[in-house]
Structure formats: structure tokens, C-alpha cells
């Protein structure tokens, strides 16, 4: 404030209309008003600014000087670090146990099934269908000996040969191994072992083994090519097919039952263009 005070009484004892104004009278001239131009005011306002920030900095120096003199850095970075590592040491994460344990069990009950399916790779899945085709009655028909031939011709473009002859015929075909099968065995395999590395990461933290200490369970992924090579030494495989045919009384229809392999009577039936019974063909829309 003493210093605004005194910036203001130099600015107005230097300006030329005070001197005028508190100078005598010249030829006995009217005394002129005391007047301030906009120079004066530029003035006081730069010499006001130029002491606030010198006390300013002034002010700064001197608390940082009592903040230094008071505290050592070393001690101020123990402190920092103290803290810390006690923030750190009471962090205690919280979960339901019950929960955990529960989808623990869930997993290690669900996890034979990857067994299982490898298991199933060397086998056929063997299901039983029942279709139907128009009969001879019915316009546009087949008759039970044309059907027949149709399904013989199908099965001799597969590789199938009849094995048995009667009222139920028997194909007996060679399934090739598929390499695609087993590259599929192996991505499955994988990530299934993946997935129970990492519970056995979770599960066993503080694990130590005799020779290895702690181990990395994600190494138990290198056994997956296993998988596929268990399929491809499986080989081959014979599938059997049965197929038995009758005709409605009023012979309007034609009926075929067939067992065998899923996938075969999946695309027979498409080849053949057959109904499942009990079932209404619908036109896609493509």
C-alpha cells in the first residue's frame, strides 16, 4: 500500500500540468485547473504492477527458503514412500468365495468333456431318420424300384458297397481321415488347456516344485498337437449305413428309414432331395 502511495505522488508531482498548476501566476493569468492526461495514468499503473510483482516474487523466495530450511529432502521422500508402501500393504481385494470355488467346480466337472470329444473324433455319430418322397400315385412320383435305384446310385458315387441284401440294405463304406479334423482337434485342445492353465495360475500363486520352483502352467498348451495326432493315428474308419424303404398303402407317398452317420444322411438327404417325416419343407428366401 506505502508503495502504490508513493508511485502515485511521483507520477503527480512529475507531470508537467501540476508543476504548471502550482506555479505562480504569470501576467496575472488565471491559475489553470489541475488536469491529468492519459500518459499519467499509463504511468501509475506500470509503476503499481512493477511493485506488486516484486513483492510477489519477494514473498515466494521467502517461503521456499522456510519450506527448505524446515524439511530435508531426504526426509520428505522417506515420508512419500512411507505412505505409499502402506497404501499398498492394507489393499486387500475382496471376493465371494463361495462364488469362486462354485465356478471352480463347475469348470473341473465341465473339463472332461474335451476329453470326451477327442474320444468322439474317431468314431461315427450314429443317428436314425425317417423320410419320405411323393409316391407312385402321387403326381410327379417315383415308384418304390425307382427310389431304390436312386439310392444305390448315391451310395455307389460315395464309395459305399452292399453289404448285406434284404429288406433292409446295408452299405458299407471307408470314411477317409480329414486333416482339417485334426487341426480342429488341436485349436479345440489348445484352448482348452489354456483355459486351465490359467485357474491353475489363479488357484496355485505361491506354488514351489522341488526342481522347477514356480511354474508356468501355460506350458501345459505344447500337449495339444496330441490331440490331432491321436486322431490321425486313429486311421480310417468304416462307417455303415441301413436303409429300408416301404410305400404307404395308397402308395401316395414313399418312405425311407436310414441309420448311419449324421453327417452322410445329412447330405444325402439334401442330394436326394427328401422330407424329413413330420416335417414342412420351407423355401428360403435366397
Not at 501540476?18 to 509503476?47: E, G, K, M, W
Not at 402321387?138 to 458297397?161: F, P, T, V
Not at 486351465?196 to 522341488?210: C, G, H, N, R
Request: charged share 20%; proline share 5%; net charge negative.
Amino acid at each position: 500500500m506505502i508503495s502504490i502511495l508513493t508511485s502515485t505522488l511521483l507520477v503527480l508531482l512529475t507531470s508537467t500540468s501540476v508543476i504548471d498548476a502550482f506555479a505562480p501566476p504569470r501576467h496575472n493569468a488565471p491559475r489553470p485547473p489541475l488536469r491529468l492526461s492519459p500518459h499519467d495514468f499509463s504511468s501509475f499503473f506500470i509503476l503499481a504492477l512493477d511493485d506488486a510483482i516484486v513483492d510477489g516474487v519477494a514473498a515466494a523466495s521467502d517461503a521456499v527458503t522456510v519450506v527448505s530450511s524446515s524439511v530435508e529432502p531426504s526426509t520428505a521422500v522417506d515420508t512419500v514412500a512411507d505412505s505409499a508402501s502402506s497404501s499398498a500393504s492394507s489393499f486387500n481385494p475382496s471376493y465371494s468365495k463361495a462364488s469362486y470355488y462354485t465356478t471352480l467346480a463347475l469348470y473341473v466337472a465341465s473339463f472332461p468333456g474335451l476329453w470326451s470329444q477327442i474320444k468322439r473324433s474317431t468314431k461315427a455319430k450314429v443317428k436314425r431318420k425317417t423320410y419320405v418322397s411323393p409316391g407312385e400315385a402321387s403326381e410327379g412320383g417315383k415308384e418304390l424300384r425307382q427310389q431304390a435305384g436312386e439310392i444305390m446310385a448315391y451310395m455307389k458315387a460315395n464309395n459305399y458297397e452292399v453289404a448285406e441284401a434284404g429288406e433292409t440294405i446295408t452299405f458299407r463304406g471307408l470314411v477317409a481321415r480329414s486333416t482339417s479334423q485334426a487341426f480342429f482337434l488341436t485349436f479345440c485342445t489348445a484352448l482348452g488347456l489354456a483355459s486351465l492353465a490359467l485357474v491353475m495360475q489363479i488357484q496355485f500363486q505361491d506354488v514351489e516344485l522341488p526342481i522347477i520352483g514356480t511354474p508356468n502352467w501355460f506350458y501345459i498348451t505344447l500337449l495339444s498337437p496330441y490331440a490331432g495326432l491321436y486322431y490321425w493315428r486313429s486311421g480310417d474308419r468304416v462307417d455303415d449305413v441301413k436303409v429300408k424303404l416301404a410305400s404307404s398303402d395308397d402308395d401316395v407317398f414313399n418312405e425311407i428309414t436310414i441309420e448311419g452317420n449324421d453327417e452322410e444322411i445329412e447330405r444325402m438327404w439334401r442330394t436326394l432331395d427328401l422330407q424329413e417325416k413330420g416335417m414342412v419343407k420351407v423355401e428360403g428366401i435366397f
